[in-house]
């Protein structure tokens, strides 16, 4: 008796288990694939336009001035083609803001559009109007 009680409290847990996993594998997937597409926009050079501040963009359209000064703010560390951008001539990382995952940078306007290209840029705002993106907490 006690063996067949201890079969179906098995058998109904895996069952419970299976069809809890079941339930959320289509929200993954569509997480999955989202995230996938936007990987994919990344890596082709187009960029969300929701990464530059709108005063940004507008100062690039306009062009005013030559070089302009933003704080940038990423996620992680920062890869080596990003690196490679912000020690090339005629950009200059002023200064690191570890605790914020900020860099203050110097830059022709005209590199605006591609420094938001990367994929670990968060947001890009001009200096002195830093706006924080949500930021989940440290495990």
């Known amino acids: 008796m006690k063996y067949v009680r201890a079969i179906t409290t098995l058998a109904l847990t895996l069952l419970l288990l299976f069809a809890y996993t079941a339930g959320l594998a289509p929200l993954r997937s569509v997480e999955t694939a989202a995230q996938a597409k936007k990987d994919e926009d990344n890596q082709e050079g187009r ?3 929701s990464k530059t501040s709108s005063g940004l963009r507008e100062r690039q359209r306009r062009g005013d001035g030559d070089k302009i000064e933003v704080i940038l703010q990423h996620e992680g560390r920062i890869s080596g083609p990003l690196n490679a951008f912000l020690n090339r001539n005629g950009v200059h990382a002023r200064q690191e803001f570890r605790n914020l995952d900020s860099l203050n940078v110097e830059l022709p306007a005209s590199s605006l559009e591609e ?4 994929s670990e840029v968060r947001f890009i705002s001009p ?4 706006l924080l993106q949500h930021r989940p907490p440290a495990r």
């Open 47 to 49: 960029h969300d336009k």
């Open 115 to 118: 420094l938001a290209s990367y």
């Open 127 to 130: 200096r002195g109007h830093i």
